[in-house]
């Protein structure tokens, strides 16, 4: 965080003062101070920061490391310079984002972006950028990238080497300070650590990043195969048309026999009627003649009630077997012999 005061004059500073208030009404505390060329941190901030401005051209900017969440808020600047009863102000509002990942998964032949930003109030371009890589704590590091800004060129010299040529490039805003690179077509080999470094004239930032590669099965594309229309064949034509002919021919005499088949079925019925009440006649011939002359002599006492006088009848059933020997019969009527009737009633 930047704190440079600006003067004609050429006055020594004597007195540094950093102070950091969490909100409106919360209480300051200080970050750290500077008098008589010692430079105290303070409090929680212990260990975390440092006066990095040079002193001599009024510079009383301030380094702060390891940012927690609750570090945000407002940091308040204090110079003193020597014969002077004025004091410099200057104040910085510090907003913290989320923390980034410092591990990252990647699966082998894709891309990965790897970023490295450092984050200051001051309007200083940083001087190089380097990325060096690990792949073990006693490995020896390998160089992925260098950058090095050209004046008044946009775009700097960047170079790489070894198994990353032709594979890394520097995709971050070189004028915002970021380093940031995109790794392409990623080996099993790649996986490791990696270590950016950013300078900012004498100021120097690090970061590492732990890089996992995944194992992942190349996929092959599948083209289609365009199958073509096949041509039938002289033989294969015939056979077609053969069983369509067949198919023509048969189709009537089909339609025949199912009509021949209901009809059968719809005749079973009547006939089966039939002689089931033949057989029971058979069974029980003389219900049936007897009750065939109970309808008979209902009705013809029905008849006869009308009229005035009553005539009676006598009925004498004929079994089966008299009807089958009609010759035996009459000759017992010629001989003179008058069959046993029995009882009707």
Same mark, same amino acid.
């Given at each position: 965080?930047?704190?440079?005061?600006?003067?004609?004059?050429?006055?020594?500073?004597?007195?540094?003062?950093?102070?950091?208030?969490?909100?409106?009404?919360?209480?300051?505390?200080?970050?750290?101070?500077?008098?008589?060329?010692?430079?105290?941190?303070?409090?929680?901030?212990?260990?975390?920061?440092? *006066?990095?401005?040079?002193?001599?051209?009024?510079?009383?900017?301030?380094?702060?490391?390891?940012?927690?969440?609750?570090?945000?808020?407002?940091?308040?600047?204090?110079?003193?310079?020597?014969?002077?009863?004025? @004091?410099?102000?200057?104040?910085?509002?510090?907003?913290? *984002?989320?923390?980034?990942?410092?591990?990252?998964?990647?699966?082998?032949?894709?891309?990965?972006?790897?970023?490295?930003?450092?984050?200051?109030?001051?309007?200083?371009?940083?001087?190089?950028?380097? &990325?060096?890589?690990?792949?073990?704590?006693?490995?020896?590091?390998?160089?992925?990238?260098?950058?090095?800004?050209?004046?008044?060129?946009?775009?700097?010299?960047?170079?790489?080497?070894?198994?990353?040529?032709?594979?890394?490039?520097?995709?971050?805003?070189?004028?915002?300070?970021?380093?940031?690179?995109?790794?392409?077509?990623?080996?099993?080999?790649?996986?490791?650590?990696?270590?950016?470094?950013?300078?900012?004239?004498?100021?120097?930032?690090?970061?590492?990043?732990?890089?996992?590669?995944?194992?992942?099965?190349?996929?092959?594309?599948?083209?289609?195969?365009?199958?073509?229309?096949?041509?039938?064949?002289?033989?294969? *034509?015939?056979?077609? @048309?053969?069983?369509?002919?067949?198919?023509?021919?048969?189709?009537?005499? *089909?339609?025949?026999?199912?009509?021949?088949?209901?009809?059968?079925?719809?005749?079973?019925?009547?006939?089966?009627? @039939?002689?089931?009440?033949?057989?029971?006649?058979? !069974?029980?011939?003389?219900?049936?003649?007897?009750?065939?002359?109970?309808?008979?002599?209902?009705?013809?006492?029905?008849?006869?009630?009308?009229?005035?006088?009553?005539?009676?009848?006598?009925?004498?059933?004929? &079994?089966?077997?008299?009807?089958? !020997?009609?010759?035996?019969?009459?000759?017992?009527?010629?001989?003179?012999?008058?069959?046993?009737?029995?009882?009707?009633?």
């Amino acid at each position: 965080m930047g704190c440079v005061f600006q003067s004609t004059k050429e006055k020594r500073v004597t007195k540094v003062d950093w102070m950091f208030s969490s909100g409106e009404h919360s209480k300051d505390d200080y970050v750290l101070y500077y008098y008589a060329n010692f430079s105290v941190p303070m409090g929680r901030f212990r260990n975390r920061v440092h *006066l990095v401005g040079d002193i001599s051209r009024n510079d009383g900017s301030l380094l702060l490391q390891n940012v927690e969440e609750a570090d945000q808020g407002t940091y308040t600047c204090e110079i003193r310079l020597e014969m002077e009863s004025r @004091v410099f102000k200057k104040t910085v509002v510090l907003h913290v *984002l989320p923390e980034e990942p410092k591990e990252l998964m990647v699966n082998v032949g894709d891309s990965i972006q790897m970023g490295c930003v450092v984050q200051s109030t001051e309007e200083k371009r940083m001087t190089k950028v380097d &990325w060096m890589f690990s792949s073990g704590k006693h490995a020896k590091e390998e160089i992925v990238l260098h950058y090095y800004p050209k004046p008044n060129v946009p775009v700097g010299y960047t170079q790489n080497w070894g198994s990353f040529q032709n594979r890394v490039k520097l995709v971050g805003n070189t004028a915002r300070n970021d380093g940031s690179i995109m790794l392409q077509g990623v080996k099993e080999s790649d996986g490791g650590s990696y270590n950016c470094t950013i300078h900012l004239g004498n100021l120097t930032f690090r970061k590492t990043i732990v890089l996992k590669v995944n194992w992942k099965e190349p996929k092959t594309p599948v083209t289609p195969v365009v199958r073509r229309p096949e041509i039938l064949g002289g033989d294969q *034509l015939v056979i077609i @048309v053969g069983i369509v002919c067949a198919t023509i021919l048969l189709l009537p005499v *089909l339609i025949l026999i199912v009509k021949r088949t209901h009809r059968n079925k719809s005749s079973v019925t009547p006939t089966a009627l @039939v002689k089931s009440l033949e057989n029971t006649k058979k !069974a029980h011939p003389e219900k049936h003649v007897y009750s065939s002359i109970a309808i008979c002599e209902v009705i013809k006492e029905e008849e006869s009630s009308e009229k005035s006088e009553a005539t009676y009848m006598t009925m004498h059933p004929v &079994w089966p077997s008299q009807r089958s !020997a009609p010759s035996n019969s009459l000759e017992n009527k010629s001989a003179g012999r008058i069959p046993k009737t029995k009882q009707a009633f």
